[in-house]
């Protein structure tokens, strides 16, 4: 390996050596040179600086940091907040091989979009230890939110996606015509829909019934929300998509139904991408029913888990063959004393899992290691997509030159057991608790930094920065424009000539001062004259009204005659 003099301090080099790099596209055998943050050579033989740090990587593979979409740290909810904040969060997600989140801004009802935007950065800036950006949800809708939306999309801020509920009545759901213009306005400024699909109505009221037969506990929320629920919302909310030709993002897919809508509604050519989490791709929903209260709590997210325990093994068939997109985890961590907050009424447990820390092993595992998905596969569901789909490709999402210093180096032949007891997160439990699962982060690094080394994970609280999303992501974009192309094909008017437009104007026409009475066999003969001046008695009005309905004799009404008093 030859090496050239350099005066540049050697901890901003590095060469990761012998390793097979994996990306979404293919694989080679490979040395990568890494120089200020930025992977600048990928090849054999390389030419580098003296005195760069080596890593060796043989037998092992190099492949993109991990990306999820899909997080909520510190996140207020129910009166409490996420117990992993930015700092712990961005720490687990390194230990286990993702070198960048994707948070929510979730702004209050009625709270501005941009004021919510300054709130979260000011809570996430001082702590990330990797890389992140954010997504807006939208939780109520006026003109000013439209204005806003417009400018977070913008350079300053640096969103292109737009998150909505249509669960958590009065707190953050929208209905069906607020989503119409959120997704409209979403469309015009290059933006990215995305939904939380549950139908929050009948959800309310499956949870008055459940309560009110005394089912207070953890069981009630799979029962509260059942998949057709998930299911009928997912339905409505690629309609609403189709119709406003916005892009969708399904967050957390978590029914096999779900999944069906997605893929159906993909085949009439709606814009869709769908998004399982660890969560559905691992567990399934009998937990709920465990004796132990905290354990059942512990799984308690919405839409629930899946009673149905092939639905895991289903969900990774669909994400290893395309019909499901990329995976995030949905982590929003809540302790056990947190969770007992509900322990009296299940519609009041904190909702949330954990997943940043396991999310890249556990997909390894139910996915590479099982056969149902190849490394390429893996690298595209767990990084590159959703560098591509949030516009942040191929800065993110590929080991190339020019691409962010963001690295895995994966030991697919070591092996370890999750548990709470070891995990980076604050929080108690691990939904995961006990699983083998092949496939290791052994080193990681994240804008160049060598932040796990063998295992060892050395962070720095407030090292990471913000990643801005540019509106008119072109993996998104593209099949937009191709969508309506294929519209456009089909809307073309039928040509019609002058003879075809002819009618008659001087054809029969409806008589409307004919006062005749019908004469067929459903005539009838309403008495309506004391009903239509009513005479009153001003002794009786005196009276305490006891029943004060009209009495009507109906003589002949359709289908015989009556003498029912109404």
């Known amino acids: 390996m030859p090496q050239v003099p350099h005066l540049q301090n050697s901890q901003n080099r590095l060469l990761i050596k012998g390793g097979e790099v994996v990306n979404a596209d293919g694989r080679e055998k490979a040395d990568v040179y890494v120089e200020d943050s930025v992977i600048r050579q990928v090849g054999k033989n390389l030419e580098v600086p003296g005195g760069t740090r080596t890593i060796d990587a043989t037998g092992k593979l190099v492949i993109p940091g991990g990306i999820d979409s899909h997080t909520h740290c510190q996140m207020p909810f129910f009166g409490t907040q996420a117990i992993d904040d930015f700092y712990i969060g961005t720490k687990a997600a390194l230990a286990g091989g993702t070198t960048m989140i994707i948070d929510f801004v979730i702004p209050a009802k009625g709270e501005s979009l941009v004021e919510a935007y300054k709130k979260w950065r000011s809570w996430a800036d001082p702590k990330v230890c990797c890389d992140y950006s954010l997504h807006m949800a939208v939780t109520h809708w006026n003109e000013k939110v439209r204005e806003e939306m417009k400018i977070v999309t913008g350079e300053e801020f640096g969103i292109n996606s737009f998150k909505v509920f249509m669960a958590y009545k009065d707190v953050m759901q929208l209905d069906d015509h607020e989503i119409i213009e959120c997704f409209k306005t979403a469309r015009a400024v290059g933006g990215i829909g995305q939904v939380h699909a549950e139908n929050g109505d009948v959800i309310v009221e499956n ?12 069981e009630g929320h799979p029962l509260s929300r059942p998949e057709e629920v998930e299911e009928e919302a997912t339905t409505r909310a690629c309609l609403i998509a189709g119709q406003t030709k916005c892009p969708l993002y399904v967050v957390h897919v978590m029914s096999k139904s779900a999944a069906a809508v997605i893929m159906n509604k993909r085949k009439e ?37 899946r009673e149905d325990v092939t639905t895991p093994e289903y969900l990774m068939e669909l994400l290893a063959r ?11 961590t809540f302790s056990s004393a947190q969770k007992a907050l509900g322990i009296n009424d299940f519609t009041k447990i904190p909702n949330g899992v954990n997943g940043l820390e396991d999310r890249m092993s556990v997909i390894w595992e139910k996915g590479v290691v099982t056969g149902m998905m190849s490394p390429e596969r893996y690298v595209a569901v767990t990084s590159t997509t959703a560098a591509k789909i949030f516009n942040l490709y191929p800065k993110k999402g590929v080991i190339a030159p020019g691409s962010d210093a963001d690295i895995v180096i994966w030991d ?41 080394e063998e295992g060892q994970v050395k962070v720095g609280r407030g090292t990471g920065r913000f990643v801005p999303t540019p509106p008119f992501s072109p993996y998104v ?69 006891i029943d004060s309905k009209p009495q009507i004799r109906v003589r002949n009404p359709p289908g015989g005659r009556s003498s029912i008093m109404f």
């Open 322 to 332: 395309g019909d499901l997109d990329c995976t995030g985890t949905d982590n929003c």
């Open 269 to 305: 050519g709606t814009v869709i991408f769908g998004e399982p989490i660890a969560a559905s791709l691992a567990c399934n929903g009998t937990h709920y029913y465990h004796t132990c209260w905290k354990h059942a709590a512990a799984y308690v997210l919405s839409p629930p888990l």
């Open 207 to 218: 949870q008055k019934k459940l309560l009110a037969k005394g089912i207070t506990g953890p």
């Open 412 to 452: 697919p032949s070591r092996t370890r057991v999750i548990s709470k007891d070891t995990h980076h997160h604050a929080v108690d439990f691990n939904i995961f608790e006990g699983m083998e699962v092949h496939g290791i982060a052994e080193w990681v690094i994240t804008g160049g930094r060598v932040v796990v």
């Open 477 to 545: 974009y593209d099949r937009v424009k191709a969508a309506e192309e294929a519209q456009q094909r089909l809307w073309v008017p039928v040509l019609r000539s002058e003879e075809d437009m002819y009618v008659d104007m001087n054809g029969p026409q409806p008589n409307m001062n004919d006062e005749e009475k019908p004469t067929n066999q459903h005539e009838t003969s309403i008495s309506l004259e004391e009903h239509a001046a009513p005479r009153v008695d001003e002794e009786r009005e005196k009276k305490p009204a």
